[in-house]
C-alpha cells in the first residue's frame, strides 16, 4: 500500500512563510512522498525542478552538480524486505544526491545512462530519506526522480544489490560454465544442459521479465560477430524463461517465444561481447532445460 502527500510546495509556505502557491506552480521545488514497501505503481515518480545555486559537494565529499538549499524530496519510507532504487529522468545531465535516515549520505553522477543517476539502497532502512536533483549550469532544468523497489528503477536495468542476494549478478561465475563462438560457428546449434530455475523473480530486473532464476548465470557466451542473426532458446518439459544482458548492458527477456512454453531471444544484428544468460522457469522450482545457441533461428 502506497501513502500519497498533497503537500507540494505547502512545507515552504509554512516554513518561510513568503513562497506562494502560485509560484509553485512554474517552479516545483519540494515535495513529501510517503510510501510503504510493495506500493503500486512502482515506480512513483516525481517531476521537479533541478539544480540550485548550492554545490553538492558541500553536502558531501565527492556529491557533484548544483542543488537546491534544502532537500526537494523528502521520502517517509516504511521499509521491506525489497531494495530502495533512486533514478533521475531529464533530458539535462543531472545528479542525486540522498541523506537517508541513518545520516549517511550517497551521491551519483551519470550511474544510469551516462547522463542521469542511479542510487540503489540495498537494505533499507525506514525513515525520512531526502533527496536532492542536482544539475550543470543554468537554467535549471526539469526532471524526475523515480523511487522503485525494482532494482532497475522500473524501466531501466538491474544493478546487483550490495548483499548479492536480491538481484541476478552478471559478475558471478556462470553455473554451466562458458564459451566463446565466432560467426559461422559449427556445430550450430551450440547446446548446453543446464538446470533452469532459482529463487530470483526477474520481474524485478524489469517489468517485461518473467519466471524465477538463480543469482548467478547460467551461462556466458563470448561471441565475435560478423553480421548474423542470432537466436538464444530454451528448451524443457516445463514452462521455462530467458534472461539476457547484453555487451551494452541492455537487459533482453521472453517467455513463451519459442515452441509451445520454451523461450527464445533473437538478435538481428548481435553485437561482439559477453552475453551472460539466465535460463528460469515460471511460477518458480527448477527444471532440466537445454540451452541453444543458433545462427539459423
Known amino acids: 500500500m502506497?501513502?500519497?502527500?498533497i503537500l507540494i510546495g505547502f512545507g515552504l509556505v509554512f516554513a518561510a512563510g513568503q513562497v506562494s502557491a502560485q509560484a509553485f506552480q512554474h517552479r516545483p521545488d519540494f515535495q513529501i512522498v510517503e510510501l510503504e514497501s510493495g506500493f503500486l505503481p512502482d515506480p512513483e515518480v516525481v517531476q521537479l525542478r533541478a539544480g540550485g545555486a548550492r554545490s553538492a559537494a558541500s553536502l558531501a565529499p565527492g556529491c557533484v552538480g548544483m542543488v537546491a538549499r534544502r532537500a526537494n524530496i523528502e521520502l517517509r519510507y516504511e521499509a521491506g524486505a525489497s531494495p530502495l532504487v533512486l533514478t533521475s529522468d531529464s533530458p539535462a545531465d543531472t545528479s542525486l544526491v540522498v541523506q537517508g535516515p541513518d545520516g549517511r549520505w550517497?551521491?551519483?553522477?551519470?550511474g544510469l545512462d551516462g547522463r542521469n543517476a542511479r542510487i540503489v539502497i540495498s537494505s533499507p532502512q525506514s525513515g525520512t530519506y531526502r533527496i536532492w536533483l542536482g544539475a550543470f549550469g543554468q537554467p535549471r532544468p526539469i526532471g524526475e526522480v523515480r523511487i522503485s523497489?525494482?532494482?532497475?528503477g522500473g524501466r531501466y536495468g538491474p544493478e546487483a544489490s550490495d548483499d548479492g542476494r536480491d538481484a541476478p549478478d552478471h559478475a558471478a561465475p556462470p553455473a554451466y560454465g562458458s564459451r566463446r563462438l565466432r560467426a559461422g560457428f559449427t556445430p550450430d546449434p551450440f547446446r548446453r544442459?543446464?538446470?533452469?530455475?532459482?529463487?530470483?523473480?526477474a520481474s524485478r530486473v524489469e517489468r517485461?521479465?518473467?519466471g524465477f532464476t538463480a543469482?548467478?548465470?547460467s551461462f556466458e557466451l563470448?561471441?565475435?560477430?560478423?553480421?548474423?542473426?542470432?537466436?538464444i532458446r530454451a528448451n524443457a518439459d516445463r514452462d521455462v524463461t530467458l534472461m539476457v544482458n547484453t555487451p551494452?548492458?541492455?537487459w533482453l527477456c521472453d517467455d513463451d517465444g519459442g515452441e509451445g512454453t520454451n523461450a527464445e531471444i533473437r538478435l538481428n544484428a548481435p553485437r561482439s561481447g559477453v552475453y551472460d544468460i539466465w535460463v528460469g522457469v515460471f511460477g518458480g522450482g527448477t527444471a532440466p532445460a537445454v540451452l541453444q545457441i543458433t545462427e539459423t533461428p
Request: charged content about 25%; hydrophobic content about 35%.
Open 208 to 210: 517485461g521479465c518473467s
Open 149 to 152: 523497489e525494482m532494482l532497475g
Open 222 to 231: 563470448t561471441y565475435d560477430a560478423a553480421g548474423m542473426p542470432l537466436a
Open 106 to 110: 550517497r551521491c551519483d553522477d551519470d
Open 248 to 250: 551494452d548492458g541492455e
Open 2 to 5: 502506497a501513502f500519497r502527500s
Open 193 to 201: 544442459a543446464v538446470t533452469a530455475g532459482g529463487t530470483v523473480d
Open 215 to 217: 543469482i548467478a548465470p
